[in-house]
T-cell receptor
C-alpha cells in the first residue's frame, strides 16, 4: 500500500543532542512537509520541500534542519539550538500545489 | 501571516446529535480542507473544497466553502462514538487550532 512512514514513533533527546526524524513516502509525491503540534494546538509548519534538492523555511524553522536528497525522503533534524523540542512531529506529502496532504502517524519527541 | 480561527475549541455532545463547526480567516483562501485526527495519529482528510460556494458531502459529513472564500463550515449529522477526535480546517499550509469533539454515549 502507498503511504507515508514516519519513524521512530517515540524518540527521546538528551540535552545538547541532535536527533533526526525519518519520513519516507512511496506515493510519488513531489512536495513534502514537516509540522509541529503542541498539546491543544493546531499544526505549525517547520519546513517544506516542493522538489528534490530544494526546501523552504516555514513559520517555526529555527532550531531545525532538513534535507531532500531523494524524492521519497525528507528527514528532519532537531538540533540542540531548539530549546523546546518536546512535541508531536508530523510529516506530510502532497501530489501538487493546493492538493490535500497525506500525513504520517507522527513522531513524539520528548526530553530526557 | 495568515491565520485560521476555528470554533468552537471543544464540543461535548450526546450520541446522535448533529455537530457544526466553522473556520474563518481575514485572508482569502483558494482551497479549504477538513481533517480529522485521532489520538497519537496523523490527520486524515475528510473533505476538500476548491470553489467558492461549493457544498460537498461525504457520508454524514457536509462542508461548504464560503462565498467570500474567507470561511468554511463542517457539519456532522447523527454523531456516533467513532466521530470522537480533533477536527482541523486548513488552507494553503495554514491550519486552524482544531475542534475537539467528545461524545457521551
Amino acid at each position: 500500500d502507498g503511504g507515508i512512514t514516519q519513524s521512530p514513533k517515540y524518540l527521546f533527546r538528551k540535552e545538547g543532542q541532535n536527533v533526526t526524524l525519518s519520513c519516507e513516502q512511496n506515493l510519488n509525491h513531489d512536495a513534502m512537509y514537516w509540522y509541529r503540534q503542541d498539546p491543544g494546538q493546531g499544526l505549525r509548519l517547520i519546513y517544506y520541500s516542493q522538489i528534490v534538492n530544494d526546501f523552504q523555511k516555514g513559520d517555526i524553522a529555527e532550531g531545525y534542519s532538513v534535507s531532500r536528497e531523494k524524492k521519497e525522503s525528507f528527514p528532519l533534524t532537531v538540533t540542540s539550538a531548539q530549546k523546546n523540542p518536546t512535541a508531536f512531529y508530523l510529516c506530510a506529502s502532497e501530489r501538487a500545489g493546493n492538493q490535500p496532504q497525506h500525513f504520517g502517524d507522527g513522531t513524539r519527541l520528548s526530553i530526557l | 501571516g495568515q491565520q485560521l480561527n476555528q470554533s468552537p475549541q471543544s464540543m461535548f455532545i450526546q450520541e446522535g446529535e448533529d455537530v457544526s463547526m466553522n473556520c474563518t480567516s481575514s485572508s482569502i483562501f483558494n482551497t479549504w480542507l477538513w481533517y480529522k485526527q485521532d489520538p497519537g495519529e496523523g490527520p486524515v482528510l475528510l473533505i476538500a473544497l476548491y470553489k467558492a460556494g461549493e457544498l460537498t458531502s461525504n457520508g454524514r459529513l457536509t462542508a461548504q466553502f464560503g462565498i467570500t472564500r474567507k470561511d468554511s463550515f463542517l457539519n456532522i449529522s447523527a454523531s456516533i462514538p467513532s466521530d470522537v477526535g480533533i477536527y482541523f480546517c486548513a488552507g494553503q499550509l495554514v491550519f486552524g487550532q482544531g475542534t475537539r469533539l467528545t461524545i457521551n454515549p
